[in-house]
């Protein structure tokens, strides 16, 4: 029997690894019978326990105000003294992280991305750029959440390629089959995810003005990110300023009808380590229209439409066909629905509890 305990604080946020944690664990808890070897519980906060709902495996809750927040130091210290405190044969985080004040427990480790070492973010996550290179080296293993996340940490953390198993996660935030498109003014097309300079924005702003089509807008959606200012100053430099929206603070119920109701998501990043809003958008009918970038080719693959990140002129013109052309629209959604169908949060799960048993042995 492996003894595991899931360190699933991160999990009950809105951006890309809470919401990996909460689908991870959702479908660990499913997938929990089918692995008699296994002992599974979750250390989380509340906000994780109603996210995740637990009903196979056992819950203890951490009710320290900092711990409820899903990233930063508070997070990761409590996440730190938790594990000190709590008897496990193995550890399993949910992001790239690992219990530095017990290092001679054995962990599982999950790498979303290298984002750090590029000196994307800087101040704000300063913490991990100590936490993230010790654990990628020193987990018994770790989960990789693409080819390309795999590589990253390998050149950058010094991670043995042989403890790392590539295993795609799902396809992100299930759909919501009760939802409805969202009641917006007029065509729009939507971007969702950080807010930030390295998501290349400034660039996705200046194709949307240069695109020049008449009566659609722009939404782009998320959370303040390193660089905001650069957004902000784009948005107010396009001659289009009135079209282009910046929408923070989204409810899911809003992101569900959002998706539903674009003419296209466009991801124009520069730097991804996986890329659950493309599949996001897939899932729900929405066309993608996508950098071409290793992460987002390796997840989307035909089923977006991919361009060169620096290439203003090619974004400029397929935002005037996507937003103008239904054939392309529908060529776009019936390739998205195959491509998304690739990947499931069950078949994940039952991957992770098998590296479990591995790690365990």
């Not at 709902?53 to 990233?71: D, I, K, Y």
């Not at 759909?175 to 917006?184: H, V």
């Not at 977006?304 to 103008?324: D, E, F, G, V």
Request: aromatic share 6%; hydrophobic share 45%.
């Amino acid at each position: 029997m492996v003894d595991v305990v899931l360190v699933g604080l991160v999990a009950g946020g809105n951006s890309g690894v809470p919401r990996y944690a909460a689908g991870l664990a959702q479908a660990l808890d499913r997938a929990a019978p089918e692995f008699p070897d296994l002992a599974m519980r979750m250390l989380t906060t509340p906000r994780g326990a109603r996210a995740v709902g637990m009903r196979n495996v056992p819950v203890r809750l951490v009710g320290w105000p900092f711990a409820e927040t899903n990233a930063g130091f508070g997070r990761i210290l409590g996440e730190q003294i938790e594990c000190r405190r709590e008897p496990a044969e193995l550890l399993h985080f949910f992001d790239l992280t690992g219990p530095i004040l017990a290092p001679r427990r054995r962990f599982v480790t999950t790498i979303h991305d290298a984002a750090v070492a590029h000196r994307f973010e800087h101040a704000r996550v300063a913490h991990k750029r100590l936490i993230q290179p010790w654990a990628a080296r020193r987990a018994a293993r770790a989960v990789a959440v693409s080819d390309f996340a795999r590589e990253e940490a390998v050149r950058h953390y010094g991670s043995e390629r042989e403890r790392i198993e590539v295993i795609h996660p799902g396809p992100g935030l299930a759909p919501d089959a009760a939802a409805t498109a969202a009641a917006e003014p007029g065509p729009y097309l939507l971007y969702v995810g950080n807010l930030a300079a390295h998501k290349n924005l400034p660039l996705l702003v200046a194709a949307f003005d240069e695109a020049g089509v008449a009566g659609t807008r722009l939404l782009l959606v998320g959370a303040r990110g390193e660089r905001f200012d650069e957004v902000e100053a784009a948005v107010a430099r396009a001659r289009r300023t009135d079209d282009i929206e910046i929408r923070r603070d989204v409810s899911d119920a809003e992101l569900e009808g959002l998706y539903r109701g674009a003419r296209a998501l466009l991801l124009p990043s520069l730097y991804e380590g996986f890329g659950f809003t493309a599949l996001e958008a897939m899932w729900r009918d929405c066309p993608v229209i996508a950098s071409d970038i290793p992460a987002l080719r390796e997840v989307s693959g035909d089923g977006a439409m991919l361009l060169p990140a620096a290439n203003l002129s090619a974004w400029a013109s397929a935002i005037r066909r996507i937003a103008t052309d239904e054939a392309t629209r529908e060529d776009l959604r019936r390739r998205g629905r195959e491509r998304v169908k690739l990947y499931s949060w069950d078949s994940a799960a039952r991957a992770v509890c098998r590296l479990f048993l591995e790690a365990g042995a």
